[in-house]
T-cell receptor, first 110, second 114 residues
Framework: QKEVEQNSGPLSVPEGAIASLNCTYS??????FFWYRQYSGKSPELIMS????GDKEDGRFTAQLNKASQYVSLLIRDSQPSDSATYLC??????????FGTGTSLTVIP | EAGVVQSPRYKIIEKKQPVAFWCNPI?????LYWYRQNLGQGPELLIR????????DSQLPKDRFSAERLKGVDSTLKIQPAELGDSAVYLC????????????FGNGTRLTVT
């Protein structure tokens, strides 16, 4: 069983819509959760981090964490074509270890 | 704050040739990671250093890959000899040891083995 699972997509949404990206993880000792955005040919860029249950909002981005369900999600409101990228979910466990999902490819259609 | 610096950005070599990648982490970051990322996949850990000690190298193909982090700062990852299947992006990242500290990635090195 993979440590971190994401739907690979591709996910397509029209401009201005809400994009919803989901991630599940298997290790119950997971401590911190991160979303990275990766444009084609570029390296991953941190866009959101969340550590406790509930929602965390930053501009058009909202991260949601439910530790009981071992589920973390990212909502992108008012999606823009510039949001088109692959979104990687990352989980940090004790010992400074990170596990990544395979990424969800998002396309925002103008 | 300067980010993680990697070089070279691109490298094309023939199979069986050696290749080396260099990484300078963010100043003060104790932990340094080398990841390999294949197209359409998430990054996969090759080796993790805490200061100068390699604490997780279980996924490093030790028959051909080697790494070092002298003085606990810069790091070098080497492949010798390279194989066609080594073509990938090699990412260096660093972080602080704190629980909520994220990974910060360098720009990566895209390796093509022909």
């Amino acid at each position: 069983q993979k440590e971190v699972e994401q739907n690979s997509g591709p996910l397509s949404v029209p401009e201005g819509a809400i994009a919803s990206l989901n991630c599940t993880y298997s290790d119950r000792v997971s401590q911190s959760f991160f979303w990275y955005r990766q444009y084609s040919g570029k390296s991953p860029e941190l866009i959101m981090s969340i550590y406790s249950n509930g929602d965390k909002e930053d501009g058009r981005f909202t991260a949601q964490l439910n530790k009981a369900s071992q589920y973390v999600s990212l909502l992108i409101r008012d999606s823009q074509p510039s949001d088109s990228a692959t979104y990687l979910c990352a989980v940090k466990i004790p010992g400074n270890q990170f596990y990544f999902g395979t990424g969800t490819s998002l396309t925002v259609i103008p | 704050e300067a980010g993680v610096v990697q070089s070279p950005r691109y490298k094309i070599i023939e199979k069986k040739q050696p290749v080396a990648f260099w990484c300078n982490p963010i100043s003060g970051h104790n932990t340094l990671y080398w990841y390999r990322q294949n197209l359409g996949q998430g990054p996969e850990l090759l080796i993790r250093y805490e200061n100068e000690e390699a604490v997780d190298d279980s996924q490093l193909p030790k028959d051909r890959f080697s790494a070092e982090r002298l003085k606990g700062v810069d790091s070098t990852l080497k492949i010798q000899p390279a194989e066609l299947g080594d073509s990938a992006v090699y990412l260096c990242a660093s972080s602080l040891r704190q629980t909520n500290s994220p990974l910060h990635f360098g720009n990566g090195t895209r390796l093509t083995v022909t």
